[in-house]
C-alpha cells in the first residue's frame, strides 16, 4: 500500500468487518460522484512516522495560491503521547509544497495544537484548533482561535469559556472538540453543536450570545458532530459535518469506528436555524485509503471555501494519517439535500 507521500507506509493488522460495510477509497468515490478530487502529496521527505491530517484550508487573492493548514503528528501508538502541530503548506494540484510550521507561544512545552479550522474575516486570517497537553490527567481538550499576522504568526490567541471550555487546557472540566468557527456581520461565531444546533457569537475572548434551536434530522449514520467552517450562499451557510458508527473491533487497539461527511445548511441570520441536510453519507471512510495501525476507517472534513468559478473546495483528514481534498459544484451539492 502506497502511503500517498507522507513517508509513513505501515500494513493494516485489523481484522476486516462484513463485506456489506466496506467502501471503495476516497478518490474512487468522488469520481463515482462525478466531482474532482483525490488525496494530497508532499514534495518534500519527511520522517518515517510523520503524518500530516484533518486539513483546514484558505484561498489567497485571484492567482494566488491556497494554503493547507494541517495537524502534523509523530505518530504514537497511543495517541495520548503523540506530539502534534499546525504546518501550512502552499498546494499546488495534489500536491503540498513550502512546509512551514507555524509559530505560537505555548502554555506548556509539550502543548499540542490539531485539527484547525481557517476562516477570514476583514482581511485578517483566524485559526480556531483543538489543544491539549499529553500527560496531564485528565486529558481535557480545549478550543482556542488564534489570529494570524501577514506572515502566519500567531499575534494574539484566546479560549472562550462556554461549556466545558476553560481559559487553556489547564482550566477546562472537559473535552471541547470541533467547534465550527464562521464569520457573521463582522462578528466571530461558532457551531458548538449540530443537534439542536446551538450556534454561539464572540466578541473576541467573550461570549456575547447563544442561540439553540431544534431541528429533526432522518440521518442514520451516528450523532452529527461539527466539521468544516461554515461558508455563505445566498441566504444561508452550508457546511460539511461528520459522523461515526463502530466498525470492529482491532485485536491490541480495541474497537474502531467508521466515519462519514455529510453536508447540511442553516439561515444565515439569528437564531441559525437548520434549514436542510443529506439524507445519506456524500462520502465514507474507507480502509482502502492509507491507514496506520488500530486506524479507524475515517472522512473528516475541516475545512472549506467558494472558488471563484463557483465551486465548493472541501479538505478532509483520511484514516487519522493522510489529507484530501475533493471540489463539488454547488447545485449538485444542494440538490442532494433536503428539507429539515
Known sequence: MRSSGIGFDPRFIGKSGPKTQRSGALPDQIAANGWQGGLFTTADHFGPKT??????VRLEAVGRPRHLFARQTLWNEHWSGASSRITRFDIDGSILRNPTELEYDRIHPDECWEDPRVIEVAGKTFLGVATWIPGQKPIHVNQRIAMLDGKD??????????????????WGTGNEKNWAWFENNGRLCFVYRNHPHIVVETDGPSIVVHHETPFTSSWKFGEMRGGTNPVLIGDEYIA???????????????????????????EAKAPFKVKRMSASPLLTGSEADPVIPGSPAVVFPCGLIIEPSGSLYCTYGVNDCASGWVRMDIANIMDRLVPC
Do not use: C, D, L
Not at 503524518?51 to 483546514?56: D, L
Not at 458508527?245 to 455529510?262: A, L, Q, V
Open 51 to 56: 503524518v500530516f491530517f484533518n486539513p483546514a
Open 153 to 170: 504568526r500567531v499575534v494574539e490567541q484566546w479560549s472562550p469559556i462556554y461549556g466545558n471550555n476553560g481559559r487553556n487546557a489547564h
Open 240 to 266: 460539511f459535518f461528520h459522523s461515526s458508527m463502530p466498525w470492529k473491533t482491532i485485536p491490541r487497539y480495541g474497537e474502531r469506528r467508521r466515519y462519514f461527511m455529510g453536508a447540511y445548511t442553516f
